[in-house]
C-alpha cells in the first residue's frame, strides 16, 4: 500500500482530511446542552472549515449514527484521505469493529471527543478504539476537534521524523 501521508507531504499538496462525526453528534445544540453545550453540529462544521482552509487543509465532513456506515466512511477513506479525525460517539466505548477499521485502514487517526471522557462514567472511561488511534484529544468541548485536526496537520507533516517528545 502507499503512504499516501508521505506522498501528499512529499508533493507539497493540501492534505485531504476526513472528519467523522459518529452517533447522536447530529443532536448538538438539543442534546444535553449542560453537557455537551448548545452549538450545532452545522456551526461545529463551519468552525473546522475555516480553521482547515487557513491550514491549507481540503476536509470532508461526514456524520452517522451507524457504526456500519462509520466504517464505510473510514475503508473508503484509504482511496483519498491523508487522515482521519473521529469522534466515535458511544461507539468509543463497545465497537471493535470500528477499532478494526481504523487500524486496517493505514491512516493516521485521531480520536476527539467534546467531554473529558475520563472523568465520566466508568463505562465512558475506556475507549476501544483509541488504541488504534495516534492520538486522542477530549474535554475541550469543539475545539477538541480544533486540537485534533492541528495535531493530526502537524502529525502528517512531520512523518519520518522520530516519535520523540519533541514533536
Not at 23 to 40: A, D, H, Q, S, V
Not at 105 to 122: D, F, K, Q, Y
Amino acid at each position: 500500500m502507499i503512504d499516501r501521508r508521505e506522498s501528499a507531504h512529499s508533493r507539497n499538496v493540501a492534505l485531504r482530511l476526513l472528519v467523522l462525526h459518529g452517533p447522536n453528534l447530529n443532536l448538538l445544540g438539543l442534546r444535553e446542552p449542560g453537557m455537551y453545550g448548545t452549538m450545532t453540529i452545522g456551526e461545529l462544521n463551519r468552525r473546522l472549515e475555516k480553521l482547515a482552509e487557513q491550514m491549507d487543509v481540503t476536509l470532508v465532513i461526514k456524520q452517522s449514527n451507524s457504526e456500519g456506515a462509520l466504517i464505510d466512511a473510514l475503508h473508503d477513506a484509504i482511496g483519498w484521505a491523508d487522515g482521519v479525525v473521529i469522534n466515535p460517539g458511544g461507539y468509543t466505548h463497545t465497537s471493535v469493529a470500528i477499532r478494526d477499521a481504523i487500524a486496517g485502514i493505514g491512516l493516521p487517526v485521531v480520536e476527539v471527543h467534546l467531554t473529558n471522557i475520563h472523568a465520566r462514567e466508568v463505562f465512558r472511561q475506556k475507549s476501544v478504539t483509541a488504541p488504534a488511534c495516534v492520538g486522542q484529544i477530549s474535554g475541550f468541548g469543539w475545539y477538541s476537534y480544533a486540537l485534533g485536526l492541528q495535531g493530526l496537520v502537524h502529525y502528517l507533516q512531520n512523518v519520518g521524523e522520530s516519535r520523540s517528545g519533541d514533536r
